[in-house]
């Protein structure tokens, strides 16, 4: 093997180091030190080791040593390798596709320890549906719970696999759901994937629905070979991240079907897997929609913006947010903005709040249960995203299924909803200007609330369709 008997660095020391450091740590590889490009972590520790400029590369002999990135940012991350004229594979591996060789030159052990089943009922059919980041309020696991709620409407058995166990659960009434928790957090990787192994086939045969979670691929992977006709992996691509493409590039072997929640997905995972077109399609999210009549608020009253999401700079960009508090302030734009979500940036916005005696503009509600939120819709005018990236929002389609107007970024997924103008805005990723300016068009023209919310429930009701979604998902 190219990394044995060599010095390994982990290029990462985040969330995902760690992650890699554990599971290189279980499969017996000894970590040196670690690479990052934030200079303020240099010289530090992490995990009890050195992180270290990248430019240390050009001191070492690189045929003594391997690196292993552990980053969304693995493509950016390659480039800058090649830079010091590093070779992939030769030099260095994103660790996801390491895992995955050593799940297979590991095998045996793996077939040792999992349980042997005799008899399959063939004719039960469980779905399994994963929440990668555990019971959270998110747009994947609002996904995953609609789908799992609409599955059962169609007598399907349906269970969400919860990959985070051991967090605090955000999902009120976790009764109701039929969940498989599956521990990944234990001391040892290894163990941790043949205990998830022989939790997952007590209910083969089964067709997996992954959603962005190497995890459970490296299940299916394993369990596949063992039990090749009783495992479908369905992989649903929610962003247009690389690492998510790559995932399902070095797991297409397992995988029958992806599902893109946008064109610009699809168009975008054909590029990295061009044989596999004919199992590549678009389908818009499923959303349930309420039978509320919308009322929207009156001349002389605030506007009121809905901002819902994870509260984080990365992605949702809620620094954009703070910027566009600010510049609404210094026109004196009359204007409320309702907060629902949680996150780094939850006390951050909090502060600025009680700073500028903002109390009475800027209502922050925390985390709001899944089947509570068309009570938050129901007050809101406009809704706000202001994303770097995206899938295609469900926030988005919620709230436009609710008759919001839209003001949001041009990101994924967002062209084939929102005409400019039309039913909505769409402005550059941050340009806080323009949407200040379109929250200021829409405080002089009340009327087009009424007839650009009318257009987005009409869009959502025709493309949304939860039955048309299920009957889909049972054929595959």
Known sequence: MKYKNKK?????????????????????????????????????????????SPDILKELDMEEYFIVIASMFYCEISKQLNGYNLVTEENYTEVNSLIKELLESNFLYFTNKIKKINNVEKNKKNILITLPRGLILGGIENWSITVNRG??????????????????????????????????????????????????????????INNDSFEILQIAYILKKIYPNYIKVISVLHGDADIIYHQNVIYQEIISNFIC?????????????????NNIVFKISPIEISNIKKEYSCKGQPIKIGFAGRLVKEQKRCDYLLELIKLLESKKVNYEIHIAGAGPYYDLIE????????????MMYGLIPYAKMDCFWNKIDVYLNLSDYE??????????????????????????????AVNGFIINKGDIASAE???????????????????????????????????YLLKL
């Not at 919620?398 to 990101?411: H, K, L, Y």
């Open 261 to 277: 929640v946008s064109q610009e997905i699809s168009e975008s995972l054909i590029k990295n897997l061009p044989k596999r077109t």
């Open 391 to 420: 899938g295609t929002s469900l926030a988005m389609l919620e709230a436009m299924g609710n008759g919001i107007v839209p003001i949001v970024t041009n990101v994924s997924g967002v062209n084939l909803f929102v005409k400019d």
């Open 151 to 208: 599955l059962k409407n169609f007598n399907s058995k349906s269970y969400l696999v919860n990959l985070k166990p051991n967090a605090i659960s955000e999902i009120e009434n976790t009764r109701d759901y039929k969940i498989i928790n599956l521990n990944f957090d234990e001391d040892n990787y290894i163990n941790a994937l043949v205990n998830a192994c022989n939790e997952v086939i007590k209910y083969l045969p089964c067709t997996i």
């Open 437 to 471: 300016e379109r929250i200021l068009y829409i405080l002089k023209n009340r009327e087009i609330l009424q007839q650009y919310g009318k257009v987005c429930r009409e869009i959502i009701i025709q493309r949304c369709s939860m039955k048309d979604y299920i009957e």
């Open 8 to 52: 390994i660095i982990i290029f990462g020391a985040s969330k995902a180091g760690e992650r890699a450091y554990e599971m290189l740590k279980s499969f017996g590889f000894n970590v040196i030190f670690f690479l990052d490009n934030n200079t303020k972590k240099f010289e530090t520790t992490f995990l009890g080791k050195k992180i270290k």
């Open 351 to 362: 502060a600025f709040i009680i700073k500028e005696k903002l109390e009475n503009k800027i």
